[in-house]
């Protein structure tokens, strides 16, 4: 059975950092570009970065620059998320999903998603 399963999510303090992880089962992660969205409460969901199956691009949205990077190890059939300097504004659900060539912020091309792991970054 296919699952794309989110995990690293916790309660930090503003400045902190935090590594999520997006763990995939059932299918070669390596094959696919991975995104990461995030949802607020009362906000829609929003892109948030990208990496390319190859490791060869990726995008990082402007709030996050500088601060998120996503990289991926796929012989653990892993990719990760790290956040640092962590911002209350980061608050949010995060999600990763898959896309068959290269990414993009349309999430409506992603197609296969993970049940999201909460961030909470405390003032």
């Known amino acids: 059975q296919r699952q794309l399963v989110e995990s690293g999510g916790d309660l930090v303090q503003a400045g902190g950092s935090l590594r999520l992880s997006c763990s995939a089962s059932?299918?070669?992660?390596?094959?696919?570009?991975v995104g990461w969205f995030r949802q607020a409460p009362g906000k829609e969901r929003e892109a948030v970065s990208c990496?390319?199956?190859?490791?060869?691009?990726?995008y990082n949205v402007d709030s996050v620059k500088g601060r998120f990077t996503a990289s991926r190890d796929n012989a653990k059939n892993t990719v990760y998320l790290q956040m640092n300097s962590l911002k209350q504004e980061d608050t949010a659900v995060y999600f990763c999903?898959?896309?068959?060539?290269?990414?993009?912020?349309?999430?409506?091309?992603?197609?296969?998603w993970g049940q999201g792991t909460q961030v909470t970054v405390s003032s």
């Open positions: 990496i390319s199956s190859h490791d060869t691009s990726s």
């Open positions: 999903a898959i896309i068959d060539g290269g990414c993009t912020r349309r999430q409506e091309s992603f197609k296969f």
């Open positions: 059932g299918f070669t992660l390596g094959e696919y570009a």
